[in-house]
Nanobody
Framework: QVQLVESGGGLVQPGGSLRLSCAASGSGFSINDVGWYRQAPGKQRELVASITSVGITNYADSVKGRFTISRDNAKNTVYLQMNSLEPEDTAVYYC?????????????WGQGTQVTVSS
């Protein structure tokens, strides 16, 4: 069984920074692409950033230049460094990982972590 656990959310003032972590636990798996998504109240979930198994990254226009996604394959962990945070970044942040077990690939979601940007 594979579990994804996000951490690192919290309350931060505008202009501040947070680093989110998404850690996968279990055995007998590997991780391909991983994405960080967010969902604000009353809005649809949106892709914020993604990273492939070989480190190719992609970002939503709204976070380019402010957010950085990275991964540590040895720790089965993906990070989202968020700088210059704005109130519009307030949302629940979720990670989604494409997990390979045997010859099959599955989509896993974490439970989400709240990020609130407010003065």
């Amino acid at each position: 069984q594979v579990q994804l656990v996000e951490s690192g959310g919290g309350l931060v003032q505008p202009g501040g920074s947070l680093r989110l972590s998404c850690a996968a636990s279990g055995s007998g798996f590997s991780i391909n692409d991983v994405g960080w998504y967010r969902q604000a109240p009353g809005k649809q979930r949106e892709l914020v950033a993604s990273i492939t198994s070989v480190g190719i990254t992609n970002y939503a226009d709204s976070v380019k230049g402010r957010f950085t996604i990275s991964r540590d394959n040895a720790k089965n962990t993906v990070y989202l460094q968020m700088n210059s945070l704005e109130p519009e970044d307030t949302a629940v942040y979720y990670c989604n990982a494409m997990v390979v077990i045997g010859v099959f690939q599955y989509s896993y979601w974490g439970q989400g972590t709240q990020v609130t940007v407010s003065s």
